[in-house]
């Protein structure tokens, strides 16, 4: 295999103008069933911007790791200069000259910014010269900190400036940037824009990682899109719309799925109410005057890219956040609005957060008490305050025999499953109480294909059987496979619900990306 | 009244050995509840080698060596086998209890020549303060040079910065390619070694026998302390003075015939301990700078 690859490289050479700085030729990456990489080639350039493009679960992050030596390629070779080289870990990286801005900083809060930087520094430099360097750096390219600040007095925009900081005093020639702007204002993230084209005009190569549509247009020069661990292709930016890269990583094969036909008229289940949701910190979204209304019997699929209000949206559905209002969301007609997610339960909704561990389920504690964890208020697992251990029991083996969970031991811990059987699990807690309503976010995010086909099936069963299951999804491809009728959510807003048989990948792509904001595209 | 003063300087020495070992292996972010039976175990064995051996020289580096060999325990269950540290620092405590009794035994009732007074030259002869200060054993001067030393390690040197970071932020220290465990190991030695050095003390200077227990609650006050001085260095002189004060005011107190029940003064550096921990959870930019974030946290490499 590697002989095969190494062979095609020349021929990968001559077509570029110049020799990449890093390239990578037929990286695959796989975590059990689950496909993260599908030979992926990739090239950047000393200089240059590029963007990695893809929905969550594309396949980014892997990459990435693989590019700085936090993981081993199954297959696949990366070449440094035209060397092919193997990184065996992030020192090594850092010696070849990647350095990599996490999404979350790995900073001690209670040292300086100087003792920060010194702890990431081989030992030796005394503490006025690295302040110095510190300083020079920071007038260089404008990233003003104070190297004697305590991180905790940091904004989180700041911070980034010291792991920044931290990467260019070892003198990189890629810097590889992990979703930089998660976590930052737009201020802060107009200023990080204007260092990294810096940085690129000194030489500097700047691997950007996102899925915000805008920011790659307004910074990168090229994009390469992943999509499902495929390399989709690398794109010049020049000329491209957002609705055509928003095509690029969710896909056309949507256009093959058989669709759901809505069922024929049916009684209302689950109603929201035009819902507005102020954002309560700098990175959240508002919601504004979201409505859905679900039937019995259906599907319906809120479509949309990560960070447009999912989080809010869900949080809000299952009751966690509750507004001030009442008269916002019913059930079957009643209002539930002021309702907590245990009294929600009890009125006969199901919820299934997108995270599996430590949100749907308690990674620590065995299926049996997790069994009880949404049933607690429902269903007689509880006799006068005492658990009724062997009733647990038969309730969880009824759900992994219905749901065909692969188990361990009997009775495991819910942390020793694989995340397609722990998925399967909490899947399956909620749908064999046959819900009113189901509630779920990303059912199938991060598992394997036949966990997810079996998940879908689920879902699509319950809703035969009369019950109304609102799915949040940013696998276009799900959205389409299972759902009746489809609304997609843009920053914040949720567009008119249509039916997936009228609804083209080119319609929803277009939505996704925002162009409907000025009320420029009709469905 | 010199000779009150003296007695408090000499009282708070132990505490200022135990107590500066404590702060330094809680930098590192591990909690060693164990310092009383350190202490105990640092104790007998200094006055077992100096009434064996004859030299209380002997006995003091035999009390450090003990105090660290049952730190190592302390490191070999907590940080190599990850259990709770809490659990496993008062069964150390219980363990030195009844180890040291046993060991012990046969010294009970015994005396030794404890350790000389050692006056500084000129020094030594500056009117009233030099009585105080510059005429002492070796140990007392070594205490308040251990501190200096570890005020000077964790603030200005490279490898106080290191065990800084892992105390505060153990995963990323990790990331950066530290050895955190390593690094916990040695400073719970130190501090264990500290302990055994403030037990020492007990038998070779301040009352030169042993008797089962005869830290009374030394160590937890050490525990105290730590807290008390907020995890900076230069506090703990000032927090043993004070609580050492305490104790002696206790023993002053009964023979002058005071009418505060001596309880109440032994429950002084507990209030004040207390005290402390409220005003450093209604500051949070001072908790935030010197209480280690991970104290107490279990880290499991390879996880």
Request: hydrophobic content about 50%.
């Amino acid at each position: 295999m590697k002989v095969k690859i190494v062979m095609s490289y020349p021929s990968n050479r001559n077509r570029s103008k110049s020799r990449p700085l890093l390239e990578a030729v037929g990286i695959s990456k796989n975590f059990g069933d689950f496909v993260a990489n599908d030979d992926v080639s990739f090239s950047i350039h000393a200089g240059e911007i590029h963007a990695l493009l893809g929905e969550n679960g594309a396949g980014k992050s892997t990459f990435v790791k693989i590019a700085y030596g936090l993981l081993r390629p199954d297959i696949g070779q990366l070449f440094w200069n035209g060397e092919p080289v193997f990184i065996n870990g992030p020192q090594q990286a850092r010696k070849l000259g990647i350095g990599m801005v996490f999404q979350h900083f790995s900073l001690f809060d209670a040292l300086t910014v100087a003792e920060n930087i010194q702890l990431a520094m081989p030992p030796g430099e005394t503490m006025a010269s690295l302040s110095s360097r510190i300083s020079s750096i920071s007038k260089e390219y404008g990233i003003g900190v104070d190297p004697n600040a305590r991180i905790y007095n940091l904004s989180v925009g700041q911070q980034q400036r010291v792991e920044i900081i931290r990467c260019l005093l070892q003198d990189p020639k890629l810097l590889i940037m992990d979703e930089p702007t998660s976590v930052l204002t737009p201020q802060e993230t107009e200023q990080l824009f204007s260092v990294l084209r810096r940085f690129a005009d000194n030489g500097l190569a700047v691997l950007f990682i996102s899925h915000k549509l805008d920011e790659i247009r307004a910074l990168t020069s090229r994009a390469t899109v992943l999509r499902r661990g495929q390399n989709v292709g690398s794109v010049a930016i020049k000329g491209q719309t957002n609705s055509k890269l928003a095509e690029m990583m969710i896909g056309n094969k949507v256009k093959n799925v058989a669709r759901q036909n809505a069922p024929a008229k049916s009684k209302l289940l689950f109603e929201v109410k035009n819902l507005y949701r102020p954002k309560d910190s700098a990175f959240s979204v508002t919601l504004r005057g979201i409505s859905i209304a679900a039937n019995a019997g259906e599907i319906f699929g809120i479509a949309g890219i990560a960070g447009n209000g999912q989080d809010e949206l869900m949080s809000a559905l299952i009751g966690e956040w509750r507004g001030a209002d009442s008269g916002i969301i019913f059930l079957d007609g009643v209002d539930v609005s002021q309702k907590n997610p245990a009294e929600r339960r009890v009125a006969d909704m199901g919820f299934i957060p997108e995270e599996r561990n430590g949100h749907a389920a308690v990674p620590s504690m065995s299926l049996a008490d997790n069994a009880l964890l949404t049933s607690h208020s429902i269903v007689e697992l509880v006799r006068r305050g005492v658990l009724d251990l062997s009733s647990m029991k038969a309730k969880a083996g009824a759900i992994v025999k219905d749901f065909d969970v692969r188990l361990p031991v009997v009775n495991p811990l819910a942390s020793s499953l694989s995340g397609g059987n722990l998925q399967k699990f909490v899947v399956g807690r909620e749908i064999i109480k046959v819900p009113k309503v189901l509630i779920v976010s990303q059912p199938t995010w991060g598992v394997d294909v036949g966990a997810a086909v079996f998940i879908r099936k689920a879902m699509l069963d319950l809703a035969a059987k009369g019950s109304a299951v609102v799915m949040i999804s940013q696998d276009l491809e799900e959205i389409f496979a299972i759902s009746h009728r489809i609304a997609v959510l843009h920053d914040g807003i949720l567009s008119d619900a249509k039916p997936a048989g009228i609804l083209t990948a080119e319609k929803v792509g277009l939505l996704m990306g925002g162009s409907d904001a000025v009320g420029g595209v009709n469905i | 009244m010199e000779a009150l003063i003296l007695t408090i300087l000499l009282t708070s020495v132990p505490l200022i050995f135990a107590a500066t070992g404590e702060l330094v292996a809680e930098r590192s972010g591990v909690l060693n509840l164990g310092v009383e039976g350190m202490m105990l175990m640092g104790a007998v064995s200094a006055f077992a080698a100096t009434s064996v051996l004859g030299s209380p020289y002997v006995g003091v580096f035999a009390g450090a060596v003990a105090g660290a060999v049952t730190a190592v325990v302390f490191a070999l269950f907590a940080l190599g086998l990850a259990t709770n540290q809490v659990a496993t620092g008062l069964a150390l405590t219980i363990f030195g209890s009844g180890l040291s009794g046993l060991v012990g035994a046969p010294f009970v009732g015994r005396t030794v020549d404890g350790l000389p007074v050692f006056a500084i030259p000129f020094l030594a002869d500056i009117p009233v303060l030099g009585n105080l200060l510059f005429k002492h054993d070796i140990m007392a001067y070594m205490s308040v040079a251990f501190l200096v030393i570890v005020a000077l390690f964790l603030n200005r040197t490279r490898a106080g910065l290191v065990l800084r970071a892992v105390g505060n932020n153990h995963d990323s220290a990790h990331a950066l390619g530290y050895p955190v465990l390593l690094v916990r190991f040695y400073a719970v030695s130190f501090g264990g070694m500290m302990a055994g050095l403030g037990g020492a003390y007990l038998p070779l200077v301040l009352t030169p026998h042993w008797s089962e227990g005869m830290t009374a609650g030394r160590g937890w006050i050490a525990l105290a302390l730590v807290v008390f001085a907020s995890w900076i260095p230069s506090r703990i002189l000032a927090g043993a003075l004070l609580f050492g004060g305490i104790t002696i005011m206790q023993l002053a107190g009964q023979a002058r015939g005071w009418t505060i029940p001596s309880q109440m003064l032994s429950m002084m550096p507990y209030i004040a301990t207390i005290l402390v921990l409220v005003i450093i959870a209604r500051n949070r930019r001072f908790a935030l700078i010197n209480s280690p974030a991970c104290l107490g946290r279990i880290y499991m490499q390879n996880k």
